[in-house]
């Protein structure tokens, strides 16, 4: 098992940036793929962006290719998601998820989850 707890979210202007990190504990962070997932009120849990447990398969959805950058440090058991040019539909409560290994494109592909982070972009 591994537990996760994220943190830096909050209220930012439009075209501010923000970096969301996730704390894990417990069974060996680097065996784990990781992913931040986001969603709105009414709307479906998103993917934003994962990593894999190495590190070499990296993936960001279209809305946020160029904006965010997913990284991970193995040694401190953190992953960390920069988030540039904040638009006011990236507001969402945002999520670390993991799971063995690699990186999954789903929701329910992921076993374990933080309590969630809200982020909040003003026009």
């Known amino acids: 098992q591994v537990q996760l707890v994220e943190s830096g979210g909050g209220l930012v202007q439009a075209g501010g940036s923000l970096r969301l990190s996730c704390a894990a504990s417990?069974?060996?962070?680097?065996?784990?793929?990781v992913g931040w997932f986001r969603q709105a009120p009414g709307k479906e849990r998103e993917l934003v962006a994962a990593r894999s447990s190495s590190g070499g398969t990296t993936y960001y959805a279209d809305s946020v290719k160029g904006r965010f950058t997913i990284s991970r440090d193995n040694a401190k058991n953190t992953v960390a998601l920069q988030m540039t040019s904040l638009k006011p539909e990236d507001t969402a409560v945002y999520y670390c998820?993991?799971?063995?290994?690699?990186?999954?494109?789903?929701?329910?592909?992921?076993?374990?989850w933080g309590q969630g982070t809200q982020v909040t972009v003003s026009s």
């Open positions: 417990g069974r060996t962070f680097s065996r784990y793929g």
């Open positions: 998820a993991a799971r063995d290994y690699r990186l999954g494109y789903d929701r329910y592909e992921y076993p374990y």
